[in-house]
């Protein structure tokens, strides 16, 4: 009678059969084999190992942190997305509608997001909470320097600018909608170094070294299972081309341009989004709501 197998021989084989199915399908040479190992060698050697992990990070996340949200095209979820961290708990409450926390002259195109939270069933939820945090204009985010992105040497340095700046907890109103102002995010890059070979390979492969522009939020509400998304862009090349893997479709939305910013109290031009946040019931919340 054979042993149970480890879940180490388990993951290996595994591994190894999508690794013989990709070798065979495409006739991978020895050579290639070879230089690939070499290419693996010299990332080792530029003490680059760790940051190769961002090829698939997000997967092994989406895997186990996000597994509550997983397959969404089965009831309607929104898509799960890594916290990334970037993230600082205690962030001001606000209600809806709101503005974020911005210094008096916040660079940026001014953007209002709005929308609903519900359930996978059409339900609203009200006073839905909604932890929004994002990088500024000029591509740093408040409350943090460059050691919090560590392995990955991503430049911040927010000397000077308010710990709680673009960050906020809203609570949406009694119909689950809600609002809020900010500005066009800036550019989060991974930190690669030019002539890295992590680097080279990313322009091998035609990737960027950089994420698409996004907000960041976690959406929480009684009787539902909290959600970790991002909201992404219409237009921005980077959510087809970026080292971490494309960016679901249902994910982008798009942004409109408006010049009624006086009417609005702007000093400029604005643009605006609609995103609907929809949350799984937990199973006593789902219980809950069949016997009403």
């Given amino acids: 009678m054979s042993q149970a197998q480890t879940r180490l021989q388990v993951v290996f084989a595994d591994l190894r059969r999508a690794i013989d199915d990709v070798i065979l399908k495409h006739q991978v040479s020895l050579e290639e084999l070879l230089a690939a190992i070499e290419w693996l060698q010299q990332v080792a050697d530029a ?9 698939f990070y997000k997967t092994v996340l989406k895997a186990t942190a996000g597994a509550t949200y997983a397959h969404p095209e089965k009831d309607g979820a929104s898509h799960w997305e890594m916290e990334g961290p970037a993230h600082r708990p205690g962030a ?3 209600h809806s509608p709101a503005v974020l926390p911005m210094r008096s002259d916040e660079p940026g195109e001014p953007l209002i997001v709005s ?8 339900d609203p939820l009200p006073g839905a909470a909604l932890e929004i945090w994002q990088i500024d204009a000029n591509n740093v985010y408040s409350g943090m320097d460059s050691s919090d992105f560590e392995p ?9 600018i308010p710990v ?14 809600y609002e809020f102002r900010t500005v066009m995010p800036g550019i989060e890059t991974f930190g690669l170094a030019m002539d890295s070979p992590l680097a080279a390979l990313t322009q091998a492969l035609q990737l960027q070294g950089l994420r698409p522009l996004h907000i960041h939020s976690i959406v929480s509400a009684d009787g539902c299972l909290p959600l970790t998304t991002q909201i992404y862009f219409d237009g921005d090349p980077l959510v087809d081309s970026t080292i971490e893997g494309p960016v679901p479709a249902d994910a982008v939305k798009v942004t409109t341009r408006h010049d009624d910013h006086l009417a609005r109290g702007l000093d400029r031009s604005y643009r605006t989004l609609t995103y609907d946040f929809v949350l799984r019931p937990t199973a006593e919340g789902a219980a809950l709501t069949a016997t009403r």
Wanted: no cysteine.
């Fill in 92 to 94: 001001p409450v606000l």
């Fill in 164 to 177: 709680s700046n673009l960050r906020a907890r809203i609570i949406a109103d009694a119909d689950g909608r």
């Fill in 47 to 55: 003490g680059e190992l760790p940051s190769a992990s961002i090829f």
């Fill in 115 to 122: 929308g609903t939270v519900r359930t996978t069933t059409g």
């Fill in 152 to 160: 990955l040497n991503i430049p911040n340095d927010s000397t000077g």
